[in-house]
């Protein structure tokens, strides 16, 4: 296990100086059959088909991703208690998402050493650095009224209500046996506090990193500035990078650029798809959205801007991370090539 600040700076300096994370679960899930009409969203398979959610892990890392996250992200003990699942069975769903995809990464590694796979064609990826990050998702998700896309969640939601409704849940990933925590599509500035404060008062001792999103490109959904939310993550010694996740692929230049204003920490993003997300159809768009092999073209900018660790989220797929994973690669090999 990764147990120190070191762990991304440790990774990117294995990879090259980037690192590439995996993309969507939930609907690969669905792509291989899996139900998900249900509260529980992804975090149902857990229950019902884990070999599924085994499966997409293991798509993810022979796409060539190094880091792998946990089906928790709406795996959480009071919408596990809401479908009659004890707290006791609950943590064990929750250290089970990490068992998942740490026997991914397993099967995986005793696969590429025997030389099952052509690991994305590459010798020097079988020798490459994969950790397991362990979601959490919002409040907003466990609402699953969308709001973790609008960052609205009333007057009656203090910054204790969510030290309270998460504190448990994190206590448990932290001991799992993840590398990694993250805190994804954090949709305001309070949540972001909320943990920040969980991470020092439990002192948490495996890594973090937090990822918000954006619906305009210059703050978080809720209106807070990503500036803000991002000084919050800097703030905390125990996040080890800050970024983006589930937002359009048009608006991660300038939000990369802004996050780099506020802090030196890396910077990752893994958006989506580029399609719109209806909360009242519970169901995505076409919009904007963008082909996988399209993310080929953002990539080197991304890159460019600041971002050192780039995958996918919803909607994506292991041919995007494919896709980034080789565009990442060529640039590698090329400063390789003309380094004196």
């Known amino acids: 296990m990764v147990e120190s600040s070191a762990a991304i700076t440790d990774l990117l300096r294995q990879c090259g100086g980037y690192a590439v994370i995996d993309g969507g679960l939930a609907t690969e899930l669905e792509r291989h059959g899996a139900d998900l009409n249900d509260p529980l969203w992804s975090a149902k398979c857990l229950?019902?088909?884990?070999?599924?959610?085994?499966?997409?892990?293991?798509?993810?890392?022979?796409?060539?991703a190094n880091i792998i996250i946990s089906a928790s992200y709406q795996a959480t003990l009071q919408g596990f208690v809401a479908k009659g699942i004890s707290r006791e069975e609950g943590e064990a769903l929750l250290r089970k998402s990490v068992e998942i995809a740490r026997e991914a990464r397993d099967i995986y590694c005793d696969r590429a050493s025997k030389g099952s796979w052509d690991v994305i064609g590459d010798?020097?990826?079988?020798?490459?650095?994969?950790?397991?990050?362990?979601?959490?998702?919002?409040?907003?998700?466990?609402l699953a009224d969308g709001s973790e896309y609008s960052g609205i969640y009333g007057d009656a939601v203090?910054?204790?209500?969510?030290?309270?409704?998460?504190r448990r849940r994190v206590q448990v990933l932290a001991d799992s046996g993840a590398d990694l925590i993250a805190f994804e599509t954090i949709p305001n500035k309070l949540e972001a506090m909320a943990y920040a404060e969980i991470l020092?008062?439990?002192?948490?001792?495996?890594?973090?990193?937090?990822?918000?999103?954006?619906?305009?490109?210059?703050?978080?959904?809720?209106?807070?500035?990503?500036?803000?939310?991002?000084?919050?993550?800097d703030s905390c010694d125990r996040v080890v990078a800050v970024g983006i996740n589930c937002t359009a692929p048009r608006y991660i230049d300038g939000l990369v650029r802004s996050i780099k204003k506020v802090t030196t920490k890396p910077i990752?993003?893994?958006?989506?798809?580029?399609?719109?997300?209806?909360?009242?159809?519970?169901?995505?768009?076409?919009?904007?959205?963008?082909?996988?092999?399209?993310?080929?073209?953002?990539?080197?900018?991304w890159h460019d801007s600041g971002?050192?660790?780039?995958?996918?989220?919803?909607?994506?797929?292991?041919?995007?991370?494919?896709?980034?994973?080789?565009?990442?690669?060529?640039?590698?090999?090329s400063l390789d090539f003309v380094a004196p």
């Open 307 to 333: 971002a050192s660790l780039i995958g996918g989220c919803c909607r994506t797929t292991p041919n995007t991370i494919r896709a980034i994973s080789k565009s990442l690669s060529s640039q590698q090999d």
């Open 200 to 233: 020092e008062e439990e002192n948490i001792k495996i890594p973090a990193w937090f990822s918000f999103n954006s619906k305009d490109g210059i703050n978080v959904v809720s209106g807070d500035p990503i500036s803000d939310c991002a000084a919050i993550a």
């Open 47 to 64: 229950m019902t088909s884990p070999h599924l959610i085994r499966r997409v892990h293991l798509d993810y890392l022979e796409a060539g």
């Open 158 to 166: 203090t910054l204790e209500t969510l030290k309270d409704f998460h």
């Open 123 to 142: 010798p020097k990826a079988l020798k490459r650095p994969l950790l397991v990050a362990a979601s959490v998702g919002s409040y907003g998700a466990y």
């Open 268 to 301: 990752l993003i893994y958006p989506n798809s580029g399609e719109t997300y209806d909360p009242d159809r519970k169901e995505w768009v076409p919009t904007t959205g963008v082909a996988d092999g399209d993310f080929v073209s953002y990539v080197g900018k």
